[in-house]
């Protein structure tokens, strides 16, 4: 079984402040992950993922993500948030080979103030 | 923004009726997805498809149908409409990535549905 968890329901941070979304997963064997952000009345847009190599992964909009395998995490992150940051961000998780079955955590509501 | 096109985006009906949720992708892509989400709530898998003529359920049980008769199409059906499917709809698509299993989903804009 495969399941991801992103323990905050909202992330608060200020304009120019850095930014993190935590993610951690558990599978067996080795994941793959991605993170993907919903703005209001939208559909989900992929941000980044991770496959293998590199475990900083550079996504869209300024964000990146740390895989760490020893934490089993995957924590979203951006230097300098923007109010236009503000909306839902999804971490998921699928496993190597055939269907891709991909499985979502409950989203985190990041909330950029001013 | 992702070629993939979800009618009606929104949908109020009453209990009993038959509705049919429209998803479009113009993006020639194999697989397709519909999840159910409730507000600001994580995503479940209901159906999907790896081409034409193939369709499975997903993880959540759901009352729903789907059919793939067209590539680009791949509406979910509802025979009988209940209080309990109100939520929004979500259509997905994606193609098949050189590592298998890393594949992006393209998401449509969603359906939200409530049934009185």
């Given at each position: 079984?495969?399941?991801?968890?992103?323990?905050?329901?909202?992330?608060?941070?200020?304009?120019?402040?850095?930014?993190?979304?935590?993610?951690?997963?558990?599978?067996?064997?080795?994941?793959?992950?991605?993170?993907?952000?919903q703005?209001?009345?939208?559909g989900l847009?992929?941000?980044?993922?991770?496959?293998?190599?590199?475990?900083?992964?550079?996504?869209?909009?300024?964000?990146?993500?740390?895989?760490?395998?020893?934490?089993?995490?995957?924590?979203?992150?951006?230097?300098?948030?923007?109010?236009?940051?503000?909306?839902?961000?999804?971490?998921?998780?699928?496993?190597?080979?055939?269907?891709?079955?991909?499985?979502f955590?409950?989203g985190?509501?990041?909330?950029?103030?001013? | 923004?992702?070629?993939?096109?979800?009618?009606?985006?929104?949908?109020?009906?009453?209990?009993?009726?038959?509705?049919?949720?429209?998803?479009?992708?113009?993006?020639?892509?194999?697989?397709?997805?519909?999840y159910q989400q409730d507000p600001g709530m994580e995503l479940h898998?209901?159906?999907?498809?790896?081409?034409?003529?193939?369709?499975?359920?997903?993880?959540?049980?759901?009352?729903?149908?789907?059919?793939?008769?067209?590539?680009?199409?791949?509406?979910?059906?509802?025979?009988?409409?209940?209080?309990?499917?109100?939520s929004q709809y979500l259509?997905?698509?994606?193609?098949?990535?050189?590592?298998?299993?890393?594949?992006?989903?393209?998401?449509?804009?969603g359906?939200?549905?409530?049934?009185?």
């Open positions: 079984a495969q399941s991801v968890a992103q323990p905050e329901d909202q992330v608060n941070v200020a304009e120019g402040n850095p930014l993190t979304v935590k993610c951690t997963y558990s599978v067996s064997g080795n994941p793959y992950l991605f993170w993907y952000v703005y209001p009345n939208r847009q992929f941000l980044l993922k991770y496959i293998t190599g590199d475990n900083l992964v550079k996504g869209s909009y300024g964000f990146e993500a740390e895989f760490n395998k020893s934490q089993t995490s995957f924590h979203l992150k951006k230097p300098s948030a923007l109010v236009s940051d503000s909306a839902l961000y999804f971490c998921a998780v699928s496993l190597p080979g055939g269907y891709q079955k991909v499985t955590g409950t985190t509501k990041l909330q950029v103030i001013p | 923004e992702a070629d993939i096109y979800q009618t009606p985006r929104y949908l109020v009906i009453g209990t009993g009726k038959k509705i049919t949720l429209e998803c479009s992708q113009t993006m020639g892509h194999d697989k397709m997805y519909w898998l209901i159906h999907y498809s790896y081409g034409v003529n193939s369709t499975e359920k997903g993880d959540l049980s759901s009352e729903s149908t789907v059919s793939r008769i067209r590539t680009e199409h791949f509406p979910l059906t509802l025979e009988s409409a209940r209080p309990s499917h109100t259509c997905a698509s994606s193609s098949p990535s050189t590592v298998p299993g890393t594949d992006t989903q393209y998401f449509g804009p359906t939200r549905l409530t049934v009185l």
